[in-house]
């Protein structure tokens, strides 16, 4: 059960790096921005890997780390074609280390899919941030992701203490309700409408209950794919990174997942 003490240090944490990220937004270019997701992508990648591999398997985690940084700075230069030979060169690689192992004795041959779902799960998935960041008006579309996501998940959890009772997903995340899950949608879809009408006056209202909802249910995913993930090896946090939240991960989980949602649904649905 949390205590006052960590509830205010879990609140000192949030708006602290809330603050940060606000003001890297606003004021930072295309490029200060992709250097920010780079480095979170490395710090979540990093979490991912002791959470997949444990201790050891250096060089797994070493390759993985490298071709993750790399992966934001190809979005941002806007050529599909160096992502797919980072991608490719990566699997490459991965299985030449793997092969390199096996003179010394046979390795898990599942270590390999880590690495490629760690490539294709954080830093593939994160850098949509810089995609959007390079729309026009994409400092709005960073922050709209930022608050469907962090208003969603805030109404969330005060929602789902007061008035939780049926469990959403125990087996993977015991603390998660339906309740909850109710307002975190009904969060999200307000603070998409309220930051819309605001700060986007030009786009038509129509789509931002869609955006709210939807980015509701699909943040929702985002928390409980990586919550399968730690639960599988045995993990409450991806890290003790940040006080009163746990890893960076725990708090990027569902915004990974908003980031491309709300990506597409500009380029492909808005046009």
Same mark, same amino acid.
């Given at each position: 059960?949390?205590?006052?003490?960590?509830?205010?240090?879990?609140?000192?944490?949030? &708006?602290?790096?809330?603050? #940060? @990220? +606000?003001?890297?937004?606003?004021? *930072?270019?295309?490029? !200060? $921005?992709?250097?920010? =997701?780079?480095?979170?992508?490395?710090?979540?990648?990093?979490?991912?890997?002791?959470?997949?591999?444990?201790?050891?398997?250096?060089?797994?985690?070493?390759?993985?780390?490298?071709?993750?940084?790399?992966?934001?700075?190809?979005?941002?230069?806007?050529?599909?074609?160096?992502?797919?030979?980072?991608?490719?060169?990566?699997?490459?690689?991965?299985?030449?280390?793997?092969?390199?192992?096996?003179?010394?004795?046979?390795?898990?041959?599942?270590?390999?899919?880590?690495?490629?779902?760690?490539?294709?799960?954080?830093?593939? &998935?994160?850098?949509?941030? #810089? @995609? +959007?960041?390079?729309?026009?008006? *994409?400092?709005?579309? !960073? $922050?709209?992701?930022? =608050?469907?996501?962090?208003?969603?998940?805030?109404?969330?959890?005060?929602?789902?203490?007061?008035?939780?009772?049926?469990?959403?997903?125990?087996?993977?995340?015991?603390?998660?309700?339906?309740?909850?899950?109710?307002?975190?949608?009904?969060?999200?879809?307000?603070?998409?409408?309220?930051?819309?009408?605001?700060?986007?006056?030009?786009?038509?209202?129509?789509?931002?209950?869609?955006?709210?909802?939807?980015?509701?249910?699909?943040?929702?995913?985002?928390?409980?794919?990586?919550?399968?993930?730690?639960?599988?090896?045995?993990?409450?946090?991806?890290?003790? @990174? +940040?006080?009163?939240?746990?890893?960076?991960?725990?708090?990027?989980?569902?915004?990974?997942?908003?980031?491309?949602?709300?990506?597409?649904?500009?380029?492909?649905?808005?046009?």
């Amino acid at each position: 059960m949390a205590t006052p003490n960590s509830n205010l240090q879990r609140w000192m944490t949030g &708006l602290a790096l809330a603050a #940060v @990220l +606000l003001l890297i937004i606003v004021m *930072g270019s295309p490029v !200060v $921005l992709t250097a920010i =997701v780079a480095l979170v992508i490395v710090i979540g990648l990093w979490e991912y890997n002791g959470i997949v591999f444990g201790p050891g398997h250096r060089a797994e985690k070493t390759e993985s780390l490298l071709f993750a940084f790399l992966i934001p700075w190809a979005v941002l230069a806007g050529d599909a074609r160096w992502i797919a030979a980072i991608l490719t060169f990566a699997m490459l690689i991965v299985f030449m280390v793997f092969l390199w192992q096996v003179r010394k004795s046979f390795p898990d041959p599942s270590s390999v899919m880590k690495v490629m779902f760690g490539l294709l799960y954080i830093p593939l &998935l994160t850098s949509h941030f #810089v @995609l +959007l960041r390079k729309l026009e008006g *994409g400092i709005y579309w !960073v $922050l709209l992701v930022l =608050v469907i996501g962090i208003i969603g998940d805030t109404v969330a959890l005060y929602v789902g203490k007061s008035l939780g009772k049926r469990k959403l997903l125990e087996a993977v995340s015991p603390g998660k309700t339906v309740e909850g899950t109710l307002g975190l949608i009904a969060g999200s879809t307000l603070a998409a409408c309220v930051f819309g009408y605001f700060w986007l006056p030009g786009v038509h209202w129509i789509h931002f209950p869609v955006l709210g909802f939807v980015g509701g249910i699909i943040g929702q995913l985002g928390d409980l794919c990586e919550s399968a993930i730690k639960r599988s090896h045995g993990k409450k946090d991806a890290s003790d @990174l +940040l006080p009163g939240h746990g890893g960076l991960m725990d708090r990027m989980d569902s915004l990974i997942f908003l980031a491309p949602f709300v990506y597409y649904y500009r380029i492909f649905v808005m046009g």
